[in-house]
């Protein structure tokens, strides 16, 4: 509640606020679900690094700033280098986001199920 009366984004603080604790992360049961957090993960990051800004991000990966815009505000990640690169231009150890990241590409190869299973090739 105090997140949204000072205009925050309270899925990104609950995600940081959890990863701080140590809680642990259920499994997404589908493909959005997993981008979600994902996003929410990299949106929570980057306000707890002081917000730098698109322009910022941008000259320190090497991505252009319509990307990193595109990206911060839920965009599809093009692969992992991107989003390590994202990462570390916010100063941030690209092994904070990874169970994220591994999260999302476990959904996408089981078919958007959740399950542990990967999804049978046609």
């Not at 499994?27 to 698109?54: I, N």
């Not at 904070?96 to 999804?119: F, H, M």
């Amino acid at each position: 509640m105090i997140t949204e009366l000072l205009g925050g984004d309270s899925p990104a603080m609950r995600t940081v606020w959890e990863a701080a604790r140590g809680l642990p992360r259920a499994t997404p049961a589908s493909v959005d679900e997993a981008d979600k957090r994902l996003h929410s993960a990299l949106r929570g990051l980057r306000l707890a690094v002081g917000f730098p800004t698109e322009a910022e991000i941008s000259n320190r990966c090497g991505l252009n700033t319509t990307t990193v815009r595109e990206v911060l505000n839920g965009g599809q990640l093009r692969d992992w280098l991107q989003l390590a690169a994202l990462t570390s231009a916010m100063s941030v150890d690209p092994a904070c986001i990874r169970p994220y990241w591994e999260d999302l590409e476990r959904v996408r190869n089981c078919g958007g199920t959740g399950s542990a299973q990967p999804k049978e090739s046609t």
